[in-house]
């Protein structure tokens, strides 16, 4: 069964470190988002992107975060100067529609540690 | 918010008894969905109801959505072991979900 794969799954890094985050969604899906859960806490959402541009971002996706997809398989997302409350995990997501009425498909995720 | 909250927190049960585990949200949904989460792992989605459906089934799963009510419930029937982890259910619109903040169930042997 096709599954979202992410990697590395565990990324430690220095404060005002750059970190990318990689994702390979599901191949036939076209909406890819990145959601992120902080230790003993809810998933929260990211940013969703459709067609090479961003879709929707929560208030947390500020000018630190980027997301890019460089190749026809790759989803990334870069944090450009990490913090120490950016330690968590990150889940990346597919689905196969935009719609709301869409199933997501969650990768494994990646843990960042901000040391 | 729209945020999905699920109640109880924590539920602990012996293997063979059902589960059942509830939700409630603030706005009008598209959907609702259900997901798994082990511990440290990533998030394994369970099912979907669609906000015209009232109640659906996935083999030991069971969902209830009442639009009215703002609610959903999961139950899990004959638990097995391998069913402890924690549940989440999460509200869709537009693009994103709403996760709440789950109950963490252990299955007792």
């Known amino acids: 069964e096709p599954e979202v794969t992410q990697t590395p799954s565990h990324q430690v890094t220095q404060m005002g470190q750059e970190v990318i985050l990689r994702c390979v969604p599901i191949?036939?899906?076209?909406?890819f988002y990145w959601y992120r859960q902080i230790l003993g806490q809810k998933v929260e959402f990211l940013v969703s992107?459709?067609?090479?541009?961003?879709?929707?971002k929560s208030e947390i996706f500020d000018d630190q975060f980027s997301v890019e997809r460089p190749d026809g398989s790759n989803f990334t997302l870069k944090i450009r100067s990490t913090k120490l409350e950016d330690s968590a995990m990150y889940f990346c997501?597919?689905?196969?529609?935009?719609?709301?009425?869409?199933?997501?498909?969650f990768g494994p995720g990646t843990r960042l540690t901000v040391l | 918010s729209q945020q999905g909250e699920e109640d109880p927190q924590a539920l602990s049960i012996q293997e063979g008894e059902n589960a059942t585990m509830n939700c409630s949200y603030k706005?009008?949904?598209?959907?609702l969905q259900w997901y798994r989460q082990n511990s440290g792992r990533g998030l394994v989605h369970l099912i979907l109801?669609?906000?015209?459906?009232r109640e659906k089934h996935s083999g030991r799963l069971r969902v209830t959505l009442d639009t009215s009510k703002k609610s959903s419930s999961l139950l899990i029937t004959a638990s097995r072991a391998a069913d402890t982890a924690s549940y989440f259910c999460?509200?869709?619109?537009?693009?994103?979900?709403?996760f709440g903040a789950g109950t963490t169930v252990t299955v007792r042997a």
């Open positions: 997501a597919s689905s196969e529609q935009g719609s709301s009425t869409d199933t997501q498909y």
């Open positions: 191949s036939n899906h076209l909406y």
């Open positions: 992107f459709y067609n090479n541009e961003i879709s929707e």
């Open positions: 706005t009008s949904i598209n959907n």
């Open positions: 109801i669609r906000s015209n459906e």
């Open positions: 999460a509200t869709a619109n537009d693009y994103k979900l709403s």
